[in-house]
Every structure is written in structure tokens, then in C-alpha cells.
């Protein structure tokens, strides 16, 4: 994708912070789930949008970064973070440009980034190096399975593939869980989502 796409990509996020709150007030309960046993450290929210699971999880004890290429959000994600009186990094970047520091991270979360395959075979395997060694990585998304609102077809994707493709990427990750997970909204059945939590191994 040219620089060009991705700038208009970037703008119509930043439009959409802009108009509305377009994050719930409280963290994702599966990332609440999936990480509450862990011993707090440093943690890296990829694409944290306003940021509100950045400050849940600073409120938690983890020190945090957070990363997304919407300076609206971002703006956002500041004023939420004074609210909670936590405090966190943030980092205004286009993932397809910016790498993250390898093996300096705890816990690298991705939440709902639902990328074209092309683009999320550069931008997992690149977070994925972030994660130090003993270190997790939770990945949670829109599984193939979901149906309704939501992203294209082409950008949802399995837990089990994407842990695969990120395994062949960097062999040191071992996936720990990789479920398909049905969350009750109303009538009909729901949001269909994948849940892939990976941790590095220790060297030596």
C-alpha cells in the first residue's frame, strides 16, 4: 500500500475519534482475562486507539506504552489517562513504518487490528519481536467465524493461522491458547472472535 492510502486511512481514524467516543469505558474482558495472573512489567498496546485497556492496564501496575497512528486518539488516550491518574507512554506511528524495540516487552496486546493478510504478515511478526524473552503476546480480533458488523472478510483470520504465520516469522513464540470465542450480545448469535495468546521462549 502506497503512502498515499495509508494517509487517508489514517484520516478517516482520526475522524472517527473526532466525532465520537468510539471505545467502551472500561477494558476488554477477555484481555482482563487473559492477563490478570500475569506479574505486572512493560507492556506495549499495539494500535491502543484512545486507550482505554492502556490505562486499565497501567492502573494495574504494568508500565505502558501505547502505540497508534491517530493523534486524535491519542489526545484521547492522555486525557484518559489523567482521569485515572496513571501513567503511560504514547506513540504516535503507522505500524507498517515503525518497529517496535525487540525483546523489550512483557506483554504485547493487539486488540481488533484487522489487517489486509499482506499487511499483517509485516505488523504481527514485527510485534511479535517486541515480546522479551519469558514474555506474552495476546492477540484478540474478529475471527473468520464472525459475521455482521464488522471488517471485511479478507482481514479476519484464525487464531491458529495467525499463530502459525507468526511462529514460521520468529520460531521462539509458542502458542499457549488459540480459541474461537463467542461473546453474547443480544439476540442472534453474536460476535465471533479469535484469541491467540503466544509467550517467547527463554533463551538458553
Given at each position: ?89 504514547w506513540i504516535e506511528a503507522d505500524l507498517l513504518a515503525w518497529t517496535p524495540p525487540p ?14 493478510p499482506d499487511e499483517r504478515r509485516i505488523v504481527y511478526p ?79
Amino acid at each position: 500500500m502506497n503512502d498515499t492510502s495509508r494517509t487517508g486511512r489514517r484520516e478517516l481514524w482520526d475522524a472517527r475519534h473526532r466525532e465520537r467516543e468510539i471505545e467502551s469505558d472500561g477494558p476488554d474482558d477477555t484481555l482482563v482475562a487473559q492477563v490478570s495472573a500475569l506479574p505486572p512489567g512493560r507492556a506495549l498496546d499495539v494500535a491502543c486507539g484512545s486507550g482505554t485497556n492502556a490505562v486499565w492496564l497501567a492502573g494495574a501496575g504494568w508500565q505502558v506504552t501505547g502505540v497508534d497512528w491517530s493523534a486524535v486518539a491519542l489526545e484521547k488516550a492522555r486525557d484518559r489517562a489523567a482521569r485515572a491518574s496513571v501513567r503511560a507512554d504514547w506513540i504516535e506511528a503507522d505500524l507498517l513504518a515503525w518497529t517496535p524495540p525487540p525483546g523489550t516487552f512483557d506483554l504485547v496486546t493487539v486488540l481488533y487490528l484487522h489487517l489486509v493478510p499482506d499487511e499483517r504478515r509485516i505488523v504481527y511478526p514485527a510485534v511479535a519481536r517486541a515480546v522479551a524473552p519469558g514474555g506474552h503476546l495476546l492477540v484478540i480480533g474478529h475471527d473468520r467465524q464472525h459475521q455482521g458488523h464488522g471488517p471485511d472478510p479478507e482481514r479476519l483470520f484464525t487464531a491458529a493461522e495467525l499463530g502459525t504465520e507468526i511462529r514460521e516469522a520468529l520460531p521462539g513464540m509458542v502458542i499457549e491458547e488459540a480459541l474461537v470465542q463467542r461473546r453474547v450480545a443480544g439476540p442472534g448469535p453474536g460476535p465471533v472472535d479469535a484469541v491467540l495468546r503466544m509467550r517467547r521462549a527463554q533463551v538458553g
